[in-house]
């Protein structure tokens, strides 16, 4: 079982900038974060393969946020810019235990899961 420890979050104003972490206790392959505002459902953000060479992000942060790991370090990131109000969240960082051809979108290709960092962007 690999636990995962999100930190980096906090509140900021629209147009800053954050980063979070996410130290996992041991090998992962790919890795993501996902997101859950209040009400809604919980989406998928940002995804890096293990080797770090495939990534992927959603339309509504492409562009804004850069996500990056360091496997000796067993951590993943989640540069954030030009943050916006509608990016209030709970992030939660998940990794899956099988290599796949390209990192998951979904909530179903990770099997661990971090507690959530509340990320909060004022207007």
């Known amino acids: 079982q690999v636990q995962l420890v999100e930190s980096g979050g906090g509140l900021v104003q629209a147009g800053g900038s954050l980063r979070l972490s996410c130290a996992a206790s041991?090998?992962?392959?790919?890795m993501a974060w996902f997101r859950q505002a209040p009400g809604k459902e919980r989406e998928f953000v940002a995804a890096i393969s293990r080797s770090g060479g495939s990534t992927v992000y959603s339309d509504s942060v492409k562009g804004r946020f850069t996500i990056s790991r360091d496997n000796a370090k067993n951590t993943v990131y989640l540069q954030m810019n030009s943050l916006k109000p509608e990016d209030t969240a709970v992030y939660y960082c998940?990794?899956?235990?099988?290599?796949?051809?390209?990192?998951?979108?979904?909530?179903?290709?990770?099997?661990?899961w971090g507690q959530g960092t509340q990320v909060t962007v004022s207007s």
């Open positions: 998940a990794a899956d235990r099988t290599a796949f051809v390209a990192p998951p979108t979904t909530i179903g290709g990770y099997d661990y």
């Open positions: 041991g090998r992962t392959f790919s």
